[in-house]
C-alpha cells in the first residue's frame, strides 16, 4: 500500500512569495497517477493539477506542480490571497485512490 | 456544467446504517467516468471510500470494505453509498464525486459539496 507524506505541515507566507510543498510517496510512482487538490475552508476539494505537472482547467499558470518516482513538488510561483488553503496530493493504484494528509498556506 | 449534489439523513445513531445519495446532473452516469464516495472526518483530511462503474462493478478501501454497499441507477442518474455498524469514527463530510480513471491518467475531476453526517444517540 502506497502512503504519502506531505511537508511541511503548515507553510507561513505572505502574499507575493514563492510556495513549495511536497509530497513523498513510501515507494515510487508513476507521475500519471499523481494529483493535487486545494481546499479552502467549508468548500470542497478543487483538482489543481495532475498526472503531476498537467495543470487543471481554469488553473493559473502561478500553479505547476513536478517530481517523479517518490517525490513530488507543488510550487506556487506568487501568492494570491486566495491562495491560501489546505493542499493535498493524491494517489491512484490498485484501483485505490490514496491522500496525503495534507499541507496548510497560512498568512504569515 | 456536471453537478453532483450528495443527499440523507445529517444523523445517524450509532450501530446503524449511513445512507446517501448522490444525484449527478449534466452528465448521464452510463456514458462513462467513474462515481465515488470520499469523506473528511472533522479538521482532519480527505478519505476515499469507493469507487463505482455505470455497470456497478464497486471498488472499496479495503479498511472499509466489509462495511460498504454502492449501486448506481442510471435510469434516475444517481448512486447511492450504505455504510453499515457506523461508530462515532464515521463522523465525517461526505462528498460524491466523479473520479477519471483510466486513458493514463487518474484524478477527481468534479466534486458535490458535501453533507455533514453526525453518529451520535
Known amino acids: 500500500e502506497i502512503v504519502l507524506t506531505q511537508s511541511p505541515g503548515t507553510l507561513s507566507l505572505s502574499p507575493g512569495e514563492r510556495a513549495t510543498l511536497s509530497c513523498r510517496a513510501s515507494?515510487?510512482?508513476?507521475?500519471?497517477?499523481l494529483a493535487w487538490y486545494q481546499q479552502k475552508p467549508g468548500q470542497s476539494p478543487r483538482l489543481l493539477i495532475y498526472?503531476?505537472?498537467d495543470r487543471a482547467t481554469g488553473i493559473p499558470d502561478r500553479f505547476s506542480g513536478s517530481g517523479s518516482g517518490t517525490d513530488f513538488t507543488l510550487s506556487i510561483s506568487r501568492l494570491e490571497p486566495e491562495d491560501f488553503a489546505v493542499y493535498y496530493c493524491?494517489?491512484?493504484?490498485?484501483?485505490?485512490?490514496?491522500f496525503g494528509p495534507g499541507t496548510t498556506v497560512d498568512i504569515k | 456544467q456536471v453537478q453532483l449534489q450528495e443527499s440523507g439523513p445529517g444523523l445517524v445513531k450509532p450501530s446503524e446504517t449511513l445512507s446517501l445519495i448522490c444525484a449527478v446532473s449534466?452528465?448521464?452516469?452510463?456514458?462513462?467516468?467513474?462515481w465515488g464516495w470520499i469523506r473528511q472526518p472533522p479538521g482532519k483530511g480527505l478519505e476515499w471510500i469507493g469507487t463505482?462503474?455505470?455497470?456497478?462493478?464497486?471498488y472499496n478501501n479495503p479498511s472499509l470494505e466489509s462495511r460498504v454497499t454502492m449501486s448506481v441507477d442510471t435510469s434516475k442518474n444517481q448512486f447511492s453509498l450504505m455504510l453499515s455498524s457506523v461508530t462515532a469514527a464515521d463522523t465525517a463530510v461526505y462528498y460524491c464525486?466523479?473520479?477519471?480513471?483510466?486513458?493514463?491518467?487518474?484524478?477527481?475531476?468534479?466534486w458535490g459539496t458535501g453533507t455533514t453526517v453526525t453518529v451520535s444517540s
Open positions: 463505482i462503474y455505470h455497470d456497478g462493478i464497486t
Open positions: 464525486a466523479r473520479l477519471v480513471v483510466g486513458s493514463g491518467t487518474y484524478y477527481v475531476d468534479v
Open positions: 515507494q515510487s510512482v508513476s507521475s500519471s497517477y
Open positions: 493524491q494517489h491512484y493504484g490498485r484501483s485505490r485512490f490514496t
Open positions: 498526472a503531476a505537472s
Open positions: 449534466g452528465y448521464p452516469i452510463r456514458r462513462g467516468y467513474y
